[in-house]
């Protein structure tokens, strides 16, 4: 079933036709318009409510002609704008949260993610190891004023995950006031520090789109990551984040449950980011997720959860033809690049899809134990598509 994706208008969204959600939402459906003063922030593929994936041929949604949910939702975002500091519950969390606030916690179900690079992307992801954070705070003289003495000479006779804690709990709680002109006072004052740590243009950046914002000195406590495309970070229940610039593959678990407690217009759970966040740190090098190749046209990226994984596919275009081995779970397939005829089985027999740029097509359970790409006609250029599927690569 080929599908049309579901887009999303947030605020944060790249603008127009420098949107990929826009350029992928044009190729997918004819009757797209685009707006070039709109933003374009996601597209999502699957079957969550809040944005469910239409079928093609007969314009029904996907949930009620599978008569169920899917375990994944599947997204492409593009980001201009920094995205909330949040973290998703587990799921205990969600399911409680959900009891007792349903109209914020939208659903019962946990929310781990996946996010794959498509161009150079920038995120931050968990607390930076404790002496890192002692360091800036002692670098950075208004934020360690702000902070105060006791929680910075606690942080500096154990800088562990407790005294991390009670330093960003105490920032978080700080007045509206009092982080503004901290943050005002850094970006007057210490310029050059900024800059020699590499925070200069990402700082001004939040600054100027989050003005006084506390997310702003997040940036102090997190890992700022760069990652180039092809690769991903992977977030657990309760890891600290936020997106910041760039365009991504997205895949998590089918909720839209998010804690949020910074750089957000929206409401600030600050109380239960900080009952459920992991303090434990980390350097940055280890938070890049690492693939499985399966052979030189496929990888996999397997997280430790059940719901979801999500195999990259690039065949060269002179290949004549390539067989994946799947499982019988259903999966949804978007095409970013070129262009390849997919044959596979279907409850009506055999069928062929050509698929191109933008081409959303679900696979059904039945299309097991292998799909097909075979060559397209007049296409000098290599094939680069990923499919979400549930996570049968994980040994039980």
Known sequence: MELTGWVKNYEWGRRGINS?????????DPDFRLNEEEPYAEMWMGTHVCGVSVVKETGETLDRVLKKDLSYLFKVLSINKALSIQVHPNKCEAERLHKERPEIYKDPNHKPELAIALTPFLALVGFLPASDIRDYIDEFQPLSKLIGAEAVDQLHESPDGQSVKLCYEKLMKTEE??????????AKNYQKELKSNDLLEVFTKINQDFPGDVGVLSLFFLNLIRLKPGQAIYLGANEIHAYLDGDCIECMACSDNVIRAGLTPKYKDVDQLLNSVIFDSAENEHKTFIPYRIDEQVQVYIPPVSDFAVISVNIDHSLESYKLAIQAFGSILIVLKGSRTLKLKTQQGDKEIVLTRGSIVYIPVEAAPEIEFAQAEDCDEDFTGYIATSNYFRVP
């Not at 990929?20 to 997918?28: I, K, S």
């Not at 006031?177 to 850094?186: G, M, R, T």
């Open 20 to 28: 990929a959600v826009a350029q992928l939402a044009m190729a997918n």
């Open 177 to 186: 006031s009092v982080i503004a002109k901290c943050i005002n006072e850094i």
